[in-house]
């Protein structure tokens, strides 16, 4: 009886510092990418006020040309040269 409670004393030992290690490494590795993902996330964020205003660009075309207003080929190509340098 003693020996099967040393074995399981021993095993549980051993499973805590497996699960320690494990949790060791995961945090290690999520502080890593943690600083990668920063500059990302920024980007992303330009990316969208980017998009927002091309978005309302378009809008505006749209509007000009139910008005029948002669700058939207104006707007027009404002829109091209943005969307193209967003590629």
Same mark, same amino acid.
């Given at each position: 009886m003693q020996r099967l409670q040393e074995f399981i004393a021993e095993a549980g030992a051993a499973l805590a510092r497996g699960i320690a #290690?494990?949790?060791e490494r995961a945090l290690a590795e999520r502080r890593s990418h943690a600083e990668s993902v920063a500059p990302s996330a920024e980007a992303i964020d330009q990316s969208l006020l980017a998009l927002k205003?091309? #978005? #309302?660009?378009i809008a505006e075309i749209r509007q000009s040309v139910w008005e029948g207003e002669t700058e939207d080929t104006d707007r027009l190509s404002m829109v091209c040269s943005t969307n193209s340098a967003l590629r």
């Amino acid at each position: 009886m003693q020996r099967l409670q040393e074995f399981i004393a021993e095993a549980g030992a051993a499973l805590a510092r497996g699960i320690a #290690e494990v949790l060791e490494r995961a945090l290690a590795e999520r502080r890593s990418h943690a600083e990668s993902v920063a500059p990302s996330a920024e980007a992303i964020d330009q990316s969208l006020l980017a998009l927002k205003a091309i #978005e #309302e660009r378009i809008a505006e075309i749209r509007q000009s040309v139910w008005e029948g207003e002669t700058e939207d080929t104006d707007r027009l190509s404002m829109v091209c040269s943005t969307n193209s340098a967003l590629r």
